[in-house]
Nanobody, 122 residues
Framework: QVQLAESGGGSVQAGGSLRLSCAAS????????MGWFRQVPGKEREGVAL???????TYAGSVEGRFTTSKDNTKNTLYLQMNSLKPEDTAMYFC????????????????WGQGTQVTVSS
């Protein structure tokens, strides 16, 4: 099973950018669908971006055109580039992995990082 660790969160003003990283270890993450999720207290965890094994990406409508996910196989690292950040993007961000195709249901993901906090001020 793959182990995941996020980094790169922080506090920014609206309109700013952040890049989150998700370092993978253990099993090769190329065998997995990789996803980015976020959660605010009192709300369900929601999907942000998905990266299929073949490199296909899918984004939630709320971040389409602003966020981009990619991976660097030489570093075993997944990235989430977040531009034009809005206060409503404030959340704990997680990366996750699952065998098989990507889906939006977080309950279907078997490996999770510890999360990294993103705070966007207006």
């Amino acid at each position: 099973q793959v182990q995941l660790a996020e980094s790169g969160g922080g506090s920014v003003q609206a309109g700013g950018s952040l890049r989150l990283s998700c370092a993978a270890s253990g099993d090769s993450y190329n065998w997995y669908c990789m996803g980015w999720f976020r959660q605010v207290p009192g709300k369900e965890r929601e999907g942000v971006a998905l990266l299929e094994r073949d490199g296909t990406t899918t984004y939630a409508g709320s971040v389409e055109g602003r966020f981009t996910t990619s991976k660097d196989n030489t570093k075993n690292t997944l990235y989430l580039q977040m531009n034009s950040l809005k206060p409503e993007d404030t959340a704990m961000y997680f990366c996750a992995a699952r065998s098989g195709f990507c889906i939006w249901n977080p309950l279907r993901y078997t490996s999770w990082g510890q999360g990294t906090q993103v705070t966007v001020s207006s």
